[in-house]
């Protein structure tokens, strides 16, 4: 019987034992790791649990079987892990990046994430990884000692460093955060603890990254199936699916429809994760670090997909723009769902009064139209169906998200 090789942490790998700490020292413990902990805080946090009824693409009540943020996330943490184990990583720091990397959306998806943007545009706009990093450095309000959860440096570099470095060698805003600069919530956090933005995070970090593009790439192609929003036929017309039809064809040609589909999105998350290791190892071994922050200052991730399916992924990504994310269904239930948002964030601005009581403290009743930043906190908090009631009870009317 085969046995699984037992795993060995490569010299890069980032060490629980030597972390950066913590905003407010604590007592260690004697049985978990710094970053076994974190990913159990955050498990248990409600912004975590909220996950469970947020819009991925398709929205809540739509069917029990499309993806939400929660189930989302759950693939990403299990795409991760299997990557940081591969590579000789930690597993729990790589399982907290993922856990928490969505904790930042607001209800509604992207739509959500586009009102508050326009919203808050004179503030410099809404950025969901930057919310993530105030859920839970601040949000949060589980422990008599502190708000947020008091992760570990690792885990809040990972969260704001989600997509790369945010500034250049230079200092200057990468690429991303050119037109609007670095957002303010992670420039504030960094005057209490430098998140060295200008370096790539921990391989960690990079594992829950594009764990979240293996997980959205084959997850909107079954949730898009599922929809009917396009056929097999279609998909085919990607090479790449093209091949691993043509391959299942050949092995079960009686196959049925279903399952035909879940070996489809099975052997397409094998490859891009064989993809990912085998390219990651490449770089590894070109680099040969000798500790995480080596990794940091390779100026390139080391995590990473190969050039092919690089190309592969964007072909994934425009096949399903005009079918999923354009699709005429999505487009119109999600120009309601941004309006819902809207209306809730004008409401909320002009009567703060209305905003539930531990929202509220310490807002003098003159204060409308200065607490925008409280206003988005508490609406990007919210459930798609909190949102829908709280927006049926505050006017008249309030749109049939189906």
């Not at 991760?80 to 959306?105: F, I, K, M, P, Q």
């Not at 508050?116 to 990884?129: V, Y």
């Not at 959860?149 to 570099?157: G, K, R």
Request: charged share 30%; proline share 5%; net charge negative.
């Amino acid at each position: 019987m085969a046995v699984e090789a037992a795993w060995t942490r490569s010299f890069f790998a980032a060490d629980p034992a030597a972390s950066r700490g913590r905003l407010y020292e604590e007592p260690t413990s004697p049985r978990r790791s710094v970053f076994r902990r974190d990913g159990d805080r955050i498990i248990h946090a409600s912004a975590f649990r909220r996950l469970a009824h947020k819009t991925q693409v398709f929205i809540f009540h739509e069917g029990d079987h499309y993806r939400t943020r929660l189930t989302h996330t759950l693939e990403v943490t299990q795409i991760a892990r299997s990557l940081a184990r591969s590579l000789g990583l930690d597993e729990d720091l790589a399982e907290t990046c993922a856990l928490a990397h969505d904790l930042g959306h607001p209800p509604f998806g992207h739509a959500g994430e586009r009102a508050l943007d326009q919203c808050l545009s004179a503030q410099g706009g809404f950025d969901h990884n930057a919310q993530t990093l105030v859920v839970v450095t601040r949000l949060e309000r589980r422990y008599a000692a502190f708000d947020g959860l008091n992760l570990t440096w690792e885990a809040l570099e990972g969260l704001a460093k989600h997509n790369g470095p945010l500034l250049d060698d230079f200092g200057r805003p990468t690429p991303r955060y050119a037109e609007r600069g670095i957002p303010r919530a992670i420039t504030e956090y960094c005057k209490l603890q430098d998140l060295e933005l200008a370096r790539y995070p921990s391989a960690e970090a990079q594992a829950g990254a594009i764990a979240d593009d293996i997980a959205y790439d084959a997850h909107d192609i079954d949730d898009g199936l599922r929809a009917d929003m396009f056929s097999l036929d279609e998909l085919a017309e990607v090479p790449i699916f093209d091949e691993i039809l043509r391959e299942i064809d050949a092995l079960y040609p009686r196959i049925e429809a279903s399952r035909r589909v879940h070996e489809l999105i099975r052997r397409l998350i094998t490859r891009m994760i064989e993809d990912v290791l085998a390219e990651s190892e490449r770089r590894l071994a070109t680099l040969a670090p000798c500790s995480a922050d080596d990794v940091r200052r390779a100026g390139r991730p080391v995590v990473a997909f190969s050039p092919a399916m690089v190309e592969t992924d964007r072909a994934i990504k425009t096949f399903l723009l005009p079918r999923v994310y354009h699709h005429p269904r999505i487009l119109r239930i999600m120009g309601d769902a941004e309006r819902v948002v809207r209306d809730l964030f004008r409401h909320y601005s002009e009567r703060p009064q209305d905003l539930p009581f531990e929202w509220r403290q310490g807002l003098a009743p003159d204060d409308a139209g200065a607490c925008t930043g409280l206003v988005a906190d508490f609406i990007a908090g919210m459930t798609d169906p909190f949102a829908l009631i709280e927006h049926a009870r505050l006017f008249g009317s309030t749109p049939d998200l189906h």
